[in-house]
């Protein structure tokens, strides 16, 4: 499927939010973002930069503004779901009677300006990119071409992430059941936390 396709699909699909995503998606529409698909969702891009996306959970459902940390936030909606996303911030919702259409439309444009401005929150780099891939990886990496080939693909932090996934747990056999989980993932080129990046 094509991007729009999947979008059409995320969309059309039966959930308890399905009304509340197309009233966000509606309101979004009505700016100069394009609609596009990534990370499993869709995704709103100005000048092929990403501006915002559309989500939805089992409890809520939601906008992640990409660059939300320069956002005004008049109305103290916005949250940082994730410690370690810097930039991103997360507005969310239990009803579609919750969605204000000029208040959304109102965050929705002031993060289209910031966009164009080129208010981007540059991730810091870290200092080394060199890390020690765990033993059970490392082995598994060495006995499987495919998986190592797979493997080198992957950005230097996405292979730490698989490393440090492996190595946090504290007993062998759930190591080998951790290492069985993420084979999959990396001869499929999915990052370990893919499902929760938007950007």
Not at 76 to 81: D, R, S, W
């Amino acid at each position: 499927m094509n991007p729009q396709e999947k979008v059409n699909v995320y969309f059309g699909a039966e959930h308890p939010f399905k009304n509340g995503i197309a009233k966000l998606r509606e309101i979004i529409l009505t700016t100069e973002l394009k609609e596009t698909f990534k990370w499993s969702q869709p995704v709103y891009t100005i000048q092929e930069k990403n501006v915002l996306s559309v989500s939805k959970f089992k409890n809520h459902f939601g906008i992640w503004f990409f660059n939300g940390v320069f956002l005004s936030d008049p109305e103290n909606v916005l949250i940082n779901a994730q410690e370690k996303t810097k930039a991103m911030r997360n507005w969310r919702f239990t009803s579609i009677n919750d969605i204000d259409t000029d208040l959304v439309l109102l965050y929705v444009k002031e993060a289209i300006e910031n966009q164009k401005k080129g208010l981007v929150l540059t991730p810091e780099k870290s200092k080394s990119k060199s890390f020690k891939i765990h033993e059970v990886l490392k082995a598994a990496l060495e006995n499987d071409t495919e998986l190592k080939t797979a493997f080198a693909l992957f950005t230097p932090y996405k292979q730490k992430e698989f490393s440090e996934y492996i190595s946090s747990a504290k007993q062998e056999k759930t190591r080998q059941s951790r290492l069985q989980k993420i084979i999959p993932m990396i001869l499929g080129n999915i990052g370990l936390n893919d499902k929760y990046r938007n950007c």
